[in-house]
Nanobody, 124 residues
Framework: QVQLVESGGGLVQAGGSLRLSCAAS????????MGWFRQAPGKEREFVATISWRDGSSTAYADSVKGRFTISRDNAKNMVYLQMDSLKPEDTAVYYC????????????????WGQGTQVTVSS
């Protein structure tokens, strides 16, 4: 089991950058794939990015963020990051990190542990 806390959200102008962090507690952190999801008001939660377990050698991104966002992990620090560049107003949402045992996924199914979320607002 892991517990997750996101940070790094805020207000940024279009074209700017933010780095979100997700701090995980748990001795077996490296055995979990990690994901980032987001939810805007009135919309369903959507997939953003995911990274595979252990060395994080595999990643996947939503088409809407591909080329702009980068997910990474540091198992020694029990941390997952989402570097967001070239931000657009449509990126505005609450961003959540989530943990899924072993196998990564581009859907929310199987992600058993979720953080509280951090607000990202991109102004035009």
């Amino acid at each position: 089991q892991v517990q997750l806390v996101e940070s790094g959200g805020g207000l940024v102008q279009a074209g700017g950058s933010l780095r979100l962090s997700c701090a995980a507690s748990g001795r077996t952190f490296s055995n979990y794939a990690m994901g980032w999801f987001r939810q805007a008001p009135g919309k369903e939660r959507e997939f953003v990015a995911t990274i595979s377990w252990r060395d994080g050698s595999s990643t996947a991104y939503a088409d809407s963020v591909k080329g702009r966002f980068t997910i990474s992990r540091d198992n020694a620090k029990n941390m997952v990051y989402l570097q967001m560049d070239s931000l657009k107003p449509e990126d505005t949402a609450v961003y959540y990190c989530a943990a899924r045992y072993v196998r990564y996924s581009t859907t929310s199914s199987g992600y058993d542990t979720w953080g509280q979320g951090t607000q990202v607002t991109v102004s035009s």
